[in-house]
């Protein structure tokens, strides 16, 4: 597997495949690009698709840089930079979305669209703001977070991996749960607690304004982790950007409706292709 290294000394692993624009997909919290595996197949079909696994997640390094988001973003600047990545997409999930938020004012001349699954600009909610983390998850309760990654990262992860996913596709696919859990499992529990406090710092909501590149925000219609409103307050605020809801999945769309995901992102595409990269970036 191909390696990046970053600034810090760090290696980011990343896996490529297939050939044409590329495609850039991040990862969400405690994942690994593992999560991408039957996506990327699929992409890589008509696309070069880059698969990255972020610093501190199982199969990178966690590097001397601290585990923020702050460096997620620097990490993912540093991607598309020293690929020289033009007119390429990218897919945020979760967590992976902030950091792309983060880089698209950096790298939007390399961007040409953006995909949103399933992230609110703030995790956090308060007085002012209900579309956080669901069941009213509010500043108070981090400290308490923090300290359940860390005194027992796999129990930990068994309450959250089943959180994840619509109660219908547990139902029906209780091996999908059981595979992404054991996939978590393998995470590093102080790196965790780190990008967990870090993303519970972050508030996006005014940033989005000033991110023109078009973006695709899909929202799982079941999502145990975010309401309704936050994926609508993300496509509402940024200027370029559409929403689109996926009945019967929940936090994890790509897994759990796999086809309409990829045919969601194909109709975004054939909506947002450069015109010069439509003939396979000859002009004229």
């Known amino acids: 597997m191909p390696q990046l290294v970053l600034p810090d000394g760090a290696t980011m692993s990343y896996a490529e495949a297939g050939a044409g624009v590329p495609f850039v997909l991040v990862h969400g919290w405690a994942a690994n690009g593992a999560f991408f595996n039957d996506l990327s197949t ?29 460096t997620l973003t620097d990490d993912v600047v540093r991607f598309f ?10 897919i945020g999930w979760s967590m992976g979305a902030m950091a792309l938020w983060g880089a698209a004012p950096r790298i939007a001349a390399l961007l040409t669209g953006i995909i949103v699954e399933d992230m609110s600009p703030r995790v956090v909610n308060d007085a002012n703001w209900t579309h ?12 308490g977070t923090v300290n359940e990654i860390e005194a027992d ?8 991996a089943p959180r994840m996913f619509a109660a219908s596709v547990r139902e029906a696919c ?22 967990w406090a870090s993303m519970a710092s972050q508030d996006f909501r005014a940033a989005l304004a000033r991110i023109a590149t078009p973006m695709l ?16 307050f993300v496509a509402h605020t940024a200027p370029n950007a559409k929403r689109v809801v996926i009945h019967r999945a929940g936090h994890v769309p790509h897994l759990e409706a796999p086809d309409d995901f990829l045919n969601h992102i194909e109709a975004f595409v054939r909506d947002t292709r450069r015109p010069e990269l439509k003939s396979g970036g000859a002009t004229p």
């Open 153 to 160: 990262w796999p129990a930990y992860v068994s309450r959250f």
């Open 81 to 90: 930079e020293a690929l020289d990545l033009k007119g390429a997409y990218a």
């Open 132 to 143: 956080g983390i669901a069941s009213g998850y509010g500043a108070d309760d981090i400290p």
């Open 174 to 195: 209780p091996e999908l749960e059981a595979w992404a859990a054991g996939q978590m499992a393998q995470a590093s529990a102080p790196a965790m607690s780190s990008f």
């Open 217 to 232: 925000v899909i929202h799982g219609g079941e999502s145990q982790v975010y309401d309704d409103g936050a994926t609508a």
């Open 42 to 70: 699929e992409l890589a079909k008509n696309y070069r698709v880059y698969t990255l696994t972020l610093r501190g997640h199982p199969g990178s390094d966690a590097g001397s840089a601290p585990l923020t988001i702050e």
